[in-house]
């Protein structure tokens, strides 16, 4: 992932990705470190606003917008439009947001309003439309977010330990995520560490159902020698990693950790990860995804 850059150049910041996915709350979260926000803004105005936000006569010259498909065939002219505000003189950031299908069908369940692109078919259907419209401006993104897992709080809070620009820097903030390959692997990942060669309390009858947080299942892990090597070399490779990633500048690192199903060996080693990573003082956050998968 990539923070807004750093330089002399004025941060334009546009928010795109699939509806119900949480633009509108990053939006207010921009809006909240001082940025002049707009949301839907045609693409056609979008260079002309630019301008205008970065002009010397403007009161507050950081901006941020939403383009997304209720611009409807209009949208197909954005990758050009952002290819030409690359060459101008600001600092363009594009963040895409994504989630699950299954939490974009309950989000706007629970909200009761139409996808804009519903016309009374199915709101899968709908969604996977709209996946095809983004594709292109996808691959353009700078930074990719999964909402999945985060409440309102939650990402606004993301956003704002991400994107700090004050002149003294926020905080490294560094989430820890275990997480089940067979369930994908978390889209906001800076470094993720493969688990699977690690011996599977999966197969242990006594340990089947229970999950890393269990003493049962954390001792099963660590009396392997692999286990000892692995958490020995992950401590050294972070210890050396995440103080230089705070010279940089960096305010939010995700690492995440992955076995088969989510809920044995990565939870357990993300646990360890976390006390070692807590003990030296840094801020973390832990979040079990797919432990009750």
């Known amino acids: ?71 409807g065939a209009e949208l197909s002219k954005f990758p050009a439009v952002f290819r030409k505000l690359k060459k101008s003189g600001l600092a363009v950031t594009l963040i895409y947001l994504d989630a699950s299908e299954d939490s974009l069908i309950r989000r706007y369940s629970e909200t009761r309003r139409p996808h804009p692109l519903t016309q009374d078919r199915p709101i899968s259907v709908a969604l996977d439309e709209e996946r095809r419209w983004l594709e292109p401006i996808q691959k353009l993104a700078d930074t990719i977010i999964d909402t999945t897992q985060f409440n309102v709080h939650e990402l606004r809070r993301y956003i704002a330990d991400k994107f700090h620009t004050e002149q003294s820097p926020a905080p490294l903030l560094i989430s820890l995520i275990s997480f089940g390959f067979k369930n994908g692997v978390p889209l906001e990942s800076d470094l993720v560490f493969d688990v699977r060669f690690l011996p599977n309390p999966n197969f242990v009858k006594s340990l089947k159902d229970k999950t890393g947080l269990d003493q049962e299942v954390a001792d099963y892990v660590r009396s392997f020698q692999q286990t000892s090597e692995l958490l020995k070399r992950l401590s050294d490779l972070l210890l050396f990693l995440v103080p230089n990633y705070v010279i940089e500048g960096k305010s939010y690192l995700t690492i995440s950790v992955g076995c088969t199903g989510g809920k044995h060996r990565s939870v357990m080693i993300t646990q360890e990860l976390n006390a070692l990573l807590s003990s030296r003082g840094y801020k973390t956050k832990v979040n079990h995804r797919d432990i009750k998968r």
């Open 1 to 71: 992932m990539i923070p807004l850059p750093k330089s002399s150049k004025t941060p334009f910041v546009i928010i795109t990705g699939l509806s119900g996915s949480g633009k509108g709350t990053v939006l207010k979260a921009f809006e909240d470190m001082g940025y002049f926000c707009v949301d839907n803004l045609p693409v056609e105005l979008v260079v002309k606003f630019a301008e205008l936000s970065s002009s010397a006569g403007s009161q507050s010259k950081k901006a941020a917008i939403v383009i997304d498909v209720r611009e």
